[in-house]
């Protein structure tokens, strides 16, 4: 689904949260929202789940106008920093809720949801764990959950909230890979936030370097690095980074899994 | 190297538990609990053994016990309902809302607590008694809702009504603190998955409530139980209709029969720690459902 936003505003009392937003992004794509804290990225992303309330501007899925339709209406996949994971619930239950709160007429019969939710486990590679609960998994297990409950009703774009933010290093490295591989394999609109500059730049199509409420530059991750349109676009993306990070220099795949996600996005 | 001597071992490490202050604290804990709940509680025991099972059952099988002992405890199991239902609407709208006035209707939400029960009871009969003379303060509630055909003052809807107000707070205040942890995280994620408001409070929200609701209603349960001085005055003292078990353990003592009184106390007391215990069951058994989800 292609998603426009033209001129989206959001302040918290005198503070723009959100600048007259423009953005375009894509039928599948996968797109990373970057930027530093505070620099409106996550408000960005709530905004589009309809989670945030704005002051002003358009938000459009496809030819629909979703700027007035309530959060439910939206059907957007939303994966929460945290998951909010719902404790109560087992995996499959959790996996399978979006379904299962359906109006009737729009319902699948018990079963139907039942073989829904064990294929999304499947899919996520978390087959067999359908009855555990959330605080039985390791983190990097409960996102996937999240993320398979995210795609159970099929939404029109995902959006990952700092999707590898509570993971430790080595799981997040690996979680990256998969979920470019599941994007590539789905083909979801995807929009992501992240304020790790090698994230963004490693797993994304596109990457949105924001700062203070404002877009400074919608590209490639290569133009990124090689043309950064702003002198603050040019000081993010190498900082912390340093000397690893160049446009002449891009970094080396590291493991097999990473040559091949590397050759799917340049590919 | 190694011309600063090491403190050494000077015994072997005992079976010392991890936490220490077992002893004492369990110690404490139980001489505490003796003085304060269980002497008292075995000296009614031992007082009522004086007049024999016989003796207990003749007290109890009077039709006027027996109807105090089913109001006391259900207008209590009543209020407590009642109080689960609105207590937790109030609660809920204390975490959730700002609004101006938030902070002193929080303190008049404790004032049942602090206020002396017989002051109460007087205010309670004076709103809902409908007077003979018309005289000014009295009635307020009572006449027009007598004029709807409902009598408040001196019925068993009195009786409710006092421990509603009297049981109100602990449900508040027990779940205050437990919804305020509740992030809503939980339920924007409902949200984002299609689920209505209500479907989000009932399915994500409540259950994370449930423990503390049926901690706080078995509270104000017990409370209503208990209680006295609001309710004498606005329940009278008809029998077989207004008494409650404690008036009549007030009545037989000041007629000098200790030993029905007796009666009357050890038939709440078992009925109460039955009840009490249920509830507690009931909760391990939530709590281990919890556990296991949790």
């Given amino acids: 689904m292609q998603i426009s936003i033209r001129q989206l505003s959001k302040s918290y009392g005198s503070v723009a949260a959100l600048n007259a937003i423009d953005l375009d992004i894509a039928s599948g794509e996968l797109l990373a929202l970057l930027g530093p804290s505070g620099s409106g990225k996550t408000t960005l992303l709530r905004a589009i789940a309809g989670l945030e309330p704005i002051d002003g ?5 496809g030819d629909i106008d979703a700027t007035e339709l309530s959060v439910q209406e939206r059907r957007v996949g939303f994966v929460f920093q945290h998951y909010a994971l719902f404790k109560h619930m087992s995996v499959l239950d959790n996996i399978t809720f979006g379904l ?9 019969a018990r079963e139907e949801i039942r073989r829904r939710g064990e294929e999304l486990l499947k899919l996520v590679q978390l087959g067999g764990l359908e009855a555990r609960y959330p605080n039985q998994l390791s983190g990097g297990q409960r996102q996937r959950v ?9 939404p029109r774009v995902l959006l990952l909230d700092e999707p590898f933010g509570a993971l430790d290093a080595k799981v997040r490295k690996e979680l990256r890979v998969w979920l470019r591989q599941l994007h590539d394999e789905t083909g979801y609109t995807t929009v992501f936030v992240t304020h790790d500059q090698e994230e963004a730049l490693e797993l994304a199509d596109r990457v949105v370097v924001m700062n203070a409420g404002s877009i400074e530059q919608v590209d490639t991750p290569e133009a990124i690095l090689r043309r950064p349109a702003t002198r603050f676009v040019a000081e993010f993306v190498e900082r912390d980074a340093a000397g690893q990070y160049t446009a002449a220099h891009p970094p080396p795949p590291r493991t097999v899994h990473e040559r091949v996600a590397r050759a799917v996005r340049v590919g | 190297m190694g011309a600063i001597a090491l403190p050494q071992l000077t015994r072997a490490p005992s079976r010392r538990r991890a936490m220490p202050g077992f002893g004492l604290t369990l110690g404490f ?13 075995a000296a009614l025991a031992i007082n009522a053994a004086g007049l024999g099972v016989g003796g207990i059952w003749k007290v109890l099988t009077t039709s006027q016990v027996i109807n105090a002992l089913k109001l006391s405890f259900g207008g209590a199991l009543v209020a407590a309902a009642v109080n689960a239902v609105f207590g937790s609407l109030i609660a809920w709208t204390f975490v959730r809302y700002e609004f101006p006035g938030k902070r002193a209707l929080q303190a008049m939400i404790d004032l049942p607590f602090a206020l002396p029960t017989a002051v109460a009871g007087i205010a309670l009969t004076a709103l809902y008694s409908v007077p003979t003379v018309p005289s000014p303060g009295q009635g307020w509630l009572g006449v027009p809702l007598e004029a709807l055909g409902i009598k408040v003052a001196y019925t068993r809807l009195g009786v409710i009504v006092a421990m509603t107000f009297i049981s109100l707070p602990f449900v508040v205040r027990t779940l205050e603190p437990v919804l305020e942890q509740v992030d809503r995280q939980y339920e924007e994620a409902a949200a984002t998955l299609g689920a209505t408001r209500w479907q989000a409070v009932s399915r994500i929200v409540f259950p994370a409530l449930q423990p ?16 006295y001085g609001s309710i004498i005055f606005i329940a009278g003292n008809l029998p077989n209709l207004t008494q409650i078990a404690p008036l009549l353990i007030a009545i037989d003592l000041d007629q000098h029969e200790v030993g029905a009184a007796t009666a009357i106390a050890v038939a709440m007391l078992a009925l109460s720690f039955a009840i ?19």
């Fill in chain 2, 276 to 294: 009490l215990f249920g509830i507690n069951l009931l909760q391990t058994w939530t709590r281990r459902s919890e556990r296991r989800t949790a």
């Fill in chain 1, 57 to 61: 501007g358009r938000i459009r899925f």
């Fill in chain 2, 29 to 41: 804990t139980l001489s505490y609990l003796s003085l304060i709940v269980l002497i008292p509680l």
């Fill in chain 2, 212 to 227: 503390a609701l049926l901690t706080g209603t078995a509270l104000a349960f017990a409370r209503a139980v208990g209680e």
């Fill in chain 1, 100 to 108: 299962r709160v359906r109006k009737r007429k729009y319902r699948p």
């Fill in chain 1, 146 to 154: 999240a993320l398979a409950r995210a795609l159970a009703i099929e």
